[in-house]
Every structure is written in structure tokens, then in C-alpha cells.
């Protein structure tokens, strides 16, 4: 199995697809860089020569991707939380910060349902 920034990408699958792992990259930009390399959207991960896969990763370095991306996200919610903004507020009571229905919904911003003892149903 080939590791890439601290992700085991598959081996039996199609190199553009194995590179998707790899958090902040997707379909489009893993196209792209192998477009840039030259190297076969079609070939396996596995039949990818050490030169092929040394090729990846000094160009995936000129990306921001995995830590770095993921510590970016983490820091812009922090300031949106911490300015007190709409966003922010949401954010920090769990719940969904871009508009969305709450009454039924929103399920994996509020995690699971929190059952109340003795809560009478809306009758129909």
C-alpha cells in the first residue's frame, strides 16, 4: 500500500481515484496533477514506478493538502466562533451555520437524537 502525506492510498484501485484519499484533494485536482506529470489516469497504484509516485508527491507538495489544510479550516471556524459572527455562533452551539431547517433535519451537525423523559408528541 503506498503512503502519501500520512494516508495509505489503496493499491488495486486507478491512481486518480487513490488519490481522492488524500484530504483537500479531489476528482478535479487529481486530474490535473497527473495531467501535469504525464502519467495514465488508468494506471493502478500498485504498478506506479518509484519515480512515478517521488513525481506525486514533490508536486501535491505545492498544494496545500491534509495538515496543513485541515489546521486552516480548524483556525477559520476558531476566528468565527471567537468574533462572536452568526456563523460562528452556530458553530459552537452545533448547529448548521448556512441556513438549513433545524426542526427535523440536521442530523449531523446535532449528532444523535437526545431523548426527554415525558415529552408529549404533537398530536395529528
Given at each position: 500500500?503506498?503512503?502519501l ?14 488519490l481522492?484519499?488524500i ?102
Amino acid at each position: 500500500m503506498a503512503r502519501l502525506y500520512g494516508t495509505n492510498v489503496p493499491d488495486e484501485k486507478r491512481i486518480v481515484i487513490s488519490l481522492t484519499y488524500i484530504y483537500g484533494i479531489g476528482s478535479s485536482l487529481a486530474s490535473e496533477v497527473l495531467k501535469k506529470l504525464d502519467i495514465s489516469e488508468d494506471i493502478r497504484t500498485k504498478n506506479l514506478t518509484d519515480a512515478q509516485l517521488t513525481a506525486i508527491r514533490n508536486e501535491l507538495a505545492n498544494y496545500k493538502i491534509e495538515e496543513d489544510l485541515r489546521r486552516e479550516v480548524g483556525m477559520n471556524k476558531k476566528r468565527l466562533m471567537d468574533i462572536g459572527s452568526y456563523r460562528g455562533r452556530r458553530l459552537r452551539a452545533g448547529l448548521p451555520s448556512r441556513g438549513q431547517k433545524t426542526k427535523t433535519n440536521a442530523r449531523t451537525c446535532k449528532g444523535p437524537r437526545k431523548t426527554i423523559a415525558n415529552k408529549k408528541q404533537a398530536v395529528k
